[in-house]
C-alpha cells in the first residue's frame, strides 16, 4: 500500500482479476461492441480473481450461524477458493462495515456472483442483522463480455453460490432475493431502511446509477455505501459522477483499491469543496488504470511493467 493525496487508500491491484483481451472488457460494453483480441500469455475474461476454485469452499463448522462467531482470519481462509473478485484490503473493509452494523440493522448486497463477499458479510454481521443478497442469477450482466445470453452459466452460479454459503456456514444468515437490482420486486423484498449497502452490480452506466441512485437513497442518515469498481470502470465511475460527487447526501469516506466508501449525511460549505477535492484527486488514478488496462489489451508488456504493474493482471 501507499498513500496519494488527502490519506486515501490507494491499491496497485495486486491480488488478481480477470485478464481483459477486449476493449470492451474496459469500457463494460456489450459483446461485439468492439473487435475482440485475445491477450497472449493470460486468461480469458471470464470470471478469474484472486483464485479460479468454483467448489464450495471448506469449513469446519457447517451449517452454523455467524452471529459473532468467526474471526477475519478465518473467513479469509473460507473464502479463499471462491471465485470473486475483492482484494484482502476489499474484505477487510467489508468485514469492518458489516460488523459495525447492531442487531436489528439491515445489509443490503447488490451483486453475489458465486458468495465470496456475501460470505464475509455474513460472518462479520451480528445475530439479528438482516442480510440481504440480491443477486438474479439470470445470465444477464454476469461478467465482461457477458450481458446476456448466458443463463446455463449463471444457472450453475446460483447452485455455487449455495453451496458455497453452506460450506461456510452462514447459509442461514443470508436472505437470497433473486431478483434484477432494478425491479419491484427487489425493492418490495426490502422493508425500511438499509444501514450498510454494497454495490457490485452491472458495472454500465444505466443500471450502475440505478442502483446508486434507487438503492442508495434508502441508506439511513449515518449509513454507508460500498461500491465496487470505483475509479476502474468507466460506467461505474460515470455514475458517481452523477450521484455522488458534488455531495448531495454523500461524504466520501476513502477507498480500498477500486471498493470506494461513502457515509450518507449532509455535506455543505467548506466541506463540501473538500469532499469534491478528495473524489477530483482519484482522477489521476483512475486514469491509470484505464491506461493500463489499455497497454495489457495492446499487449504491451514491457510499457505496463515500466508503470510498475504486473501486465498479467487486470487492475482494479
Not at 452494523?101 to 456475501?118: C, K, L, N, Q
Not at 431502511?193 to 441508506?219: F, K, N, S, T
Not at 476513502?254 to 466508501?261: A, H, P
Amino acid at each position: 500500500m501507499a498513500w496519494v493525496p488527502g490519506g486515501l487508500e490507494y491499491g496497485d491491484g495486486s491480488g488478481g482479476h480477470p485478464q481483459a483481451g477486449d476493449l470492451a472488457t474496459i469500457l463494460h460494453l456489450p459483446s461485439g461492441s468492439v473487435d475482440a483480441a485475445p491477450v497472449p500469455g493470460t486468461a480469458a475474461p471470464d470470471r478469474i480473481a484472486m483464485t479460479t476454485a468454483s467448489s464450495p469452499p471448506a469449513s469446519s463448522t457447517p451449517g452454523s450461524s455467524a452471529s459473532g462467531s468467526f474471526g477475519f482470519a478465518d473467513t479469509a481462509a473460507a473464502v479463499a477458493d471462491v471465485e470473486g473478485w475483492m482484494t484482502p484490503g476489499q474484505a477487510r473493509r467489508l468485514w469492518d462495515r458489516a460488523s459495525a452494523v447492531a442487531p436489528g440493522g439491515r445489509i443490503v448486497e447488490i451483486g453475489s456472483f458465486r458468495g465470496r463477499s456475501t460470505i464475509v458479510l455474513a460472518r462479520a454481521s451480528e445475530a439479528g442483522v438482516d442480510l440481504v443478497a440480491i443477486e438474479p442469477h439470470a445470465g444477464n450482466d454476469r461478467g465482461p463480455r457477458e450481458i446476456e445470453g448466458f443463463a446455463e452459466e449463471a444457472a450453475g452460479d446460483h447452485e455455487v453460490f449455495n453451496g458455497n454459503l453452506t460450506a461456510a456456514g452462514v447459509r442461514d444468515r443470508v436472505r437470497h432475493v433473486r431478483a434484477f437490482s432494478g425491479s419491484e420486486e427487489a425493492h418490495d423484498a426490502v422493508p425500511g431502511d438499509i444501514d450498510l449497502l454494497y454495490v457490485d452490480g452491472a458495472h454500465r452506466y444505466r443500471p450502475a446509477r440505478a442502483d446508486l441512485r434507487d438503492w442508495g437513497q434508502r441508506v439511513r442518515g449515518g449509513g454507508v455505501m460500498l461500491v465496487h469498481d470505483s475509479f476502474s470502470s468507466v460506467g461505474v465511475t460515470l455514475a458517481l459522477v452523477r450521484t455522488t460527487f458534488l455531495g448531495r447526501g454523500w461524504r466520501y469516506v476513502g477507498r480500498s483499491e477500486s471498493m470506494t466508501e461513502y457515509r450518507r449525511e449532509p455535506v455543505a460549505g467548506k466541506d463540501r469543496l473538500t469532499h469534491v477535492g478528495r473524489q477530483v484527486a482519484e482522477l489521476p488514478w483512475f486514469a491509470r488504470n484505464l491506461l493500463i488496462k489499455g497497454l495489457i489489451v495492446a499487449r504491451q508488456r514491457r510499457l505496463t511493467r515500466l508503470l510498475g504493474h504486473d501486465p498479467d493482471v487486470w487492475p482494479y
